[in-house]
């Protein structure tokens, strides 16, 4: 599966299930999944991915709008790049166009997974956004491990025949056009 199919799936995935949220929730609704680890709470969100605001609505949109362009020349210019690579840029790809996709259409984002332990809970968020979080995550993973990677290699050291002197064998012979010729 093309990396941009994968886009395709989150950006469906996202916007059916906030269908479903929207159509058969009442705003701030919230009901019980699994104990008090995960419940679903229909909230819509103005501000960024878990609740984050900076700005207004239309720095937002052209903030996500903007986004969605540069990963997307982004993933062209690395097509023949390795699959993690693409693969976090199109987790990242899926989850902003879900999420500007609810802004062009509602104004807002609309978060519903809410998880935490009683009253210590993590901000409500979406599909885009834990896809935006894992894109996001393999990323600085990528990075790092290829950092590591460069840091480990071990240096390659020039090979020198016996008909070709090694530098040092040039600089033993070497002499000072300055000083006298014996």
């Given at each position: 599966m093309g990396v941009l199919m994968i886009t395709a799936v989150i950006v469906v995935l996202d916007q059916i299930t906030k269908l479903i949220v929207k159509s058969r929730f009442i705003l701030e609704e919230s009901?019980?999944?699994?104990?008090?680890?995960?419940r679903f709470t229909y909230i819509e969100n103005p501000g960024m991915a878990f609740g984050i605001r900076l700005g207004g609505r239309y720095f937002f949109t052209i903030f996500s709008a903007l986004a969605t362009v540069?990963?997307?020349v982004y993933l062209y210019r690395i097509r023949h790049e390795r699959l993690p690579s693409r693969l976090s840029l199109a987790l990242i790809l899926g989850g902003a166009i879900g999420n500007l996709i609810d802004r062009f259409a509602y104004g807002r984002v609309?978060?519903?997974?809410d998880v935490g332990l009683g009253t210590l809970r993590w901000p409500v968020f979406n599909v885009a956004d834990s896809a935006v979080s894992i894109g996001m995550v393999m990323l600085?993973?990528?990075?790092?491990?290829?950092?590591?990677?460069?840091?480990v290699a071990p240096a390659v050291a020039p090979s020198f025949s016996k008909d070709?002197?090694?530098?040092s064998d040039e600089h033993d012979n070497w002499?000072?056009?300055?000083s006298p010729s014996a």
């Open positions: 009901i019980t999944v699994l104990g008090d680890v995960l540069v990963i997307l609309i978060d519903f997974i600085v993973a990528l990075v790092f491990f290829e950092k590591e990677k460069a840091e070709k002197p090694s530098p002499q000072d056009s300055r």
